[in-house]
């Protein structure tokens, strides 16, 4: 889907341009062409960022055909930027999804490339229809504001992982199983993808609130400035989140350990205070030799009347032995 939004110098807006008018609008210093390229086929894209934007063949396959983490290159008339999108899924393997958005930045256009849809740039796209504003600030204006809904989409993610890494850890402590340590793997790996593409893009940020770009306006750098804030506090969230899975996991090993040895515990219990009854049967249980001299009283009534409360003792007594010396705690 190629879709196009423009504002005329008047102050006019037009939606939904035919490519064959991107070329006369171009002409037009004081207006702002905004082009959309969402899940189109590279042999669609090509010709237009090549004979109508004229952009760089080397831009071109880096945004056609390439992957790139976040990442700014000056070609003089105009900037080709690399963002990602993240996009939460805590029911899948792979629950951190990230998603490229290539970016050309012009005096009065801006071209956007992305393989699938974006809700950042769905919403930037829908405020621009509402409040004219945001396109009459020029197009490094609207730069910020496709940035800044990336990096709001960034920070709901964040809440959204914190949220599930605090359900993560009341699983641990009232029924922990090893589906909660796989979730715990999960979310580690999704926390330093994340902190993979927040690193980058902040150093983008900075670039385009530091250097001297001739497509940047001065009174637009504050505006990056303030998204490159943003990104610098996301940081720090990552690595406190990454340290409170790391604590969680922890947890879950000691309160899997502790269980063990509650079960170990409890078995080495039994095992005991059934080693005395164990002898006793197996002592008058053997029939491999005959005693040299009758023992009738052996089998008499009188000699299971005084075993059985013995072997019932025996264990009781052993137990209560056990518990006072602390053993059973």
Same mark, same amino acid.
């Given at each position: 889907m190629i879709r196009s939004l423009y504002r005329t110098p008047e102050g006019h807006y037009r939606a939904g341009l035919r490519t064959e008018e991107f070329g006369d609008v171009l002409q037009q210093e004081e207006g702002l062409l905004w082009v959309d390229f969402q899940g189109e086929p590279p042999e669609s894209c090509e010709p237009i960022l090549r004979n109508t934007f004229r952009f760089h063949p080397l831009a071109i396959d880096d945004a056609l055909q390439e992957s790139h983490v976040p990442k700014v290159d000056d070609w003089g008339e105009y900037l080709y930027l690399v963002f990602h999108a993240l996009n939460f899924r805590p029911q899948s393997e792979n629950c951190l999804e990230t998603l490229e958005v290539d970016v050309f930045l012009g005096d009065n256009y801006i071209v956007t490339h992305h393989d699938r849809p974006i809700p950042a740039i769905d919403r930037t796209w829908e405020t621009c229809q509402r409040d004219e504003r945001h396109l009459r600030q020029g197009a490094d204006h609207l730069l910020y504001r496709l940035v800044d809904d990336l990096t709001t989409g960034y920070m709901a993610v964040a809440e959204s992982l914190d949220d599930a890494i605090d359900l993560a850890e009341d699983h641990i402590f009232s029924q922990p199983t090893p589906q909660t340590l796989q979730q715990l793997f999960t979310y580690k790996r999704s926390l330093l993808r994340m902190r993979q593409v927040i690193t980058p893009q902040r150093e983008v940020l900075n670039k385009l609130a530091r250097d001297d770009f001739a497509v940047v306006g001065e009174d637009d750098r504050v505006f990056f400035r303030d998204v490159y804030d943003h990104l610098v506090r996301l940081h720090d969230i990552n690595e406190s989140m990454r340290d409170l899975v790391g604590g969680a996991m922890d947890t879950y090993l000691s309160v899997i350990n502790?269980? &063990? %040895?509650?079960?170990?515990?409890?078995?080495?219990?039994?095992?005991?205070?059934?080693?005395?009854?164990?002898?006793?049967?197996?002592?008058?249980? &053997? %029939?491999f030799f005959e005693p040299a001299v009758r023992l009738p009283a052996w089998t008499s009534q009188a000699s299971f009347a005084i075993v059985l409360p013995l072997m019932i003792a025996l264990p009781l007594g052993m137990y209560l032995w056990m518990r006072r010396r602390g053993w059973l705690r």
């Open positions: 502790n269980r &063990m %040895n509650d079960i170990i515990k409890i078995l080495t219990v039994i095992t005991t205070l059934f080693m005395p009854l164990s002898f006793i049967v197996g002592f008058f249980g &053997m %029939n």
